[in-house]
């Protein structure tokens, strides 16, 4: 008999974390997988439009009425399954934000805790979160991002598709979701700012701030309002999920609090911080992961430093690099 394993996802960058592991399983025989929104079922084929033309997408009510070996998220989401099963959690991202480093309540009722790094598992453990010795705990890094050193990404390529030339230093504008964000603060002045200098732009929104609720995105339809700033050849607004294409594209990295500026310490290149105390706050980031960030980056809180920063990123790539290969997030 087949395993069955249910994938539960609030947004399309869940689903990105698990990705690899589904098209590394995908022709496996003896495994099936169904895919749901149990959240938001009215957007389960906007979540999982990358997970293949057969992907079985099903509703929350038929799903707690199956029986799966396994239901696996990215995220503390926990629907209701009337078969009881292997609960597997895979985190998503690596910013150390929303109590993913410091959990205030047990994550003992998880049969399986897939963590990508040794510094959120001991952060869990300090936490009560989970015990040390617990037999849930598997340190399995982040397949999303094996793609970043495996050689399987080009530059020219991933820049061809956005139409954008190789020939200019390209900078990635990869702010995070949240009403305080830079994207919020300043984000279009900082876009027609950075058009004023030789090099691509690539604008990458979080899956959050192309949600229309206030809480996420502010209430603001950020793709249509950036759309008029775009210059054409010289700035686009990445279109996938997977931001991972982007950062290998990227010469220097602009955010302000995204787990992508940890991810892109894989490749030794330029991050300019844009620093938002009020944003830090309300996402309850982990001071281990403030403290990090501030050493690997330069910091900038307005427009002008950020492209003054810019500017000095690209001429000078290696400015901080022994900095970013001490601190970046080492293999489990």
């Known amino acids: 008999m087949n395993r069955r394993i249910l994938v539960d996802a609030r947004t399309p960058v869940h689903y990105t974390m698990f990705a690899p592991v589904h098209t590394a399983m995908a022709s496996d025989p003896r495994v099936d997988f169904s895919f749901v929104a149990s959240e938001e079922p009215r957007r389960a084929a906007e979540i999982f439009r990358h997970a293949g033309a057969n992907a079985r997408v099903i509703g929350p009510r038929r799903a707690a009425f199956e029986q799966f070996d396994g239901y696996l998220t990215a995220d503390f989401m926990w629907t209701p399954l009337l078969f009881r099963t292997c609960r597997i959690q895979m985190f998503h991202g690596v910013g150390g934000k929303y109590g993913f480093d410091a959990p205030t309540e047990s994550m003992r009722a998880w049969n399986r805790l897939f963590f990508v790094n040794r510094r959120r598992l001991t952060n869990c453990i300090a936490a009560g979160a989970i015990d040390a ?33 190789p020939d200019r230093p390209t900078v990635l504008y ?159």
């Open 133 to 165: 010795d617990s037999a849930a705990i598997r340190l399995i890094g982040m397949p999303k991002v094996d793609c970043l050193v495996d050689g399987s990404l080009e530059r020219p390529l991933v820049l061809g598709s956005l139409g954008l030339t």
């Open 174 to 332: 990869a702010p995070t979701w949240s009403p305080a964000s830079s994207l919020n603060r300043f984000g279009i002045a900082l876009v027609r700012r950075l058009g004023a200098l030789p090099v691509n732009i690539i604008v990458k929104l979080h899956d959050r701030s192309c949600d229309p609720r206030r809480q996420y995105s502010g209430g603001i339809d950020w793709p249509s309002a950036l759309a008029p700033h775009l210059q054409a050849g010289r700035c686009v607004l990445a279109a996938s999920p997977d931001i991972c294409p982007y950062l290998v594209a990227a010469d220097a990295l602009i955010t302000d609090h995204s787990s992508s500026a940890f991810e892109y310490l894989l490749l030794d290149r330029p991050i300019v911080r844009i620093h938002v105390p009020e944003l830090l706050g309300l996402a309850r980031v982990h001071p281990d992961y403030v403290q990090l960030l501030a050493e690997v980056s330069e910091s900038t809180v307005g427009i002008e430093d950020t492209a003054a920063a810019v500017e000095r990123a690209v001429s000078d790539p290696a400015r901080r690099s022994p900095t970013r290969r001490h601190n970046r997030v080492p293999p489990p």
